[in-house]
T-cell receptor, first 114, second 111 residues
Framework: EAGVAQSPRYKIIEKRQSVAFWCNPI?????LYWYQQILGQGPKLLIQ????????DSQLPKDRFSAERLKGVDSTLKIQPAKLEDSAVYLCASSLQPTSETQYFGPGTRLLVL | DQQVKQNSPSLSVQEGRISILNCDYT??????FLWYKKYPAEGPTFLISISSIKDKNEDGRFTVFLNKSAKHLSLHIVPSQPGDSAVYFC??????????FGDGTTLTVKP
């Protein structure tokens, strides 16, 4: 069974530029999560989708971050414009059900904003 | 206000000995607790969990203990192996919903 795929693995951009990350969850997983992990900290949930609907986006900075999950499969997370403090690893995870134990994480995208 | 705290950023143990990783939480509404393991350049992987109705859960070399009155949980690894060297995250949730993570403890197991 293929795991959660993310691309790109690394991205370096200038502040005020925009960037997009892509996630392909495990086939059949209805729930998809995006996390932000700043160096030295634990993952912080940005947004949770159930199929193509948003379940929780309470910690998503909506003035600059957006995410979508068209057709309830792949998802993209966008940052526009990027700030220095957005430098982090962005992790995508998926699960069959919206319960914490069954989350499978992708390898993450490491973003550096200069 | 950090609701889940792992106060030891790092831990070093000898192969074959016990590793004890600690985690404290402040929100009494948390009723489900998890430990994740993370290798460099990989995403976290689920290791073991415990519900608040239990005080111990065991899976092979890994045991999690929960002390609700102290709002404290710990992960015991016995015996520790070099392959256990990784970052360990404690996480807590309400009704197995959204997880709140601690900042992690880096475990190094020396051969």
């Amino acid at each position: 069974e293929a795991g959660v795929a993310q691309s790109p693995r690394y991205k370096i951009i200038e502040k005020r530029q925009s960037v997009a990350f892509w996630c392909n969850p495990i086939s059949g997983h209805a729930t998809l999560y995006w996390y932000q992990q700043i160096l030295g900290q634990g993952p912080k949930l940005l947004i949770q989708f159930q199929n193509n609907g948003v379940v929780d986006d309470s910690q998503l900075p909506k003035d600059r971050f957006s995410a979508e999950r068209l057709k309830g499969v792949d998802s993209t997370l966008k940052i526009q414009p990027a700030k220095l403090e957005d430098s982090a690893v962005y992790l995508c995870a998926s699960s069959l059900q919206p319960t914490s134990e069954t989350q499978y994480f992708g390898p993450g995208t490491r973003l550096l904003v200069l | 206000d950090q609701q889940v705290k792992q106060n030891s950023p790092s831990l070093s143990v000898q192969e074959g000995r016990i590793s004890i990783l600690n985690c404290d939480y402040t929100n009494s509404m948390f009723d489900y607790f998890l430990w994740y393991k993370k290798y460099p350049a990989e995403g976290p992987t689920f290791l073991i969990s415990i519900s608040s109705i239990k005080d111990k859960n065991e899976d092979g070399r890994f045991t999690v203990f929960l002390n609700k009155s102290a709002k404290h949980l710990s992960l015991h690894i016995v015996p520790s192996q070099p392959g256990d060297s990784a970052v360990y995250f404690c996480a807590a949730s309400i009704n197995a919903g959204k997880s709140t993570f601690g900042d992690g403890t880096t475990l190094t197991v020396k051969p």
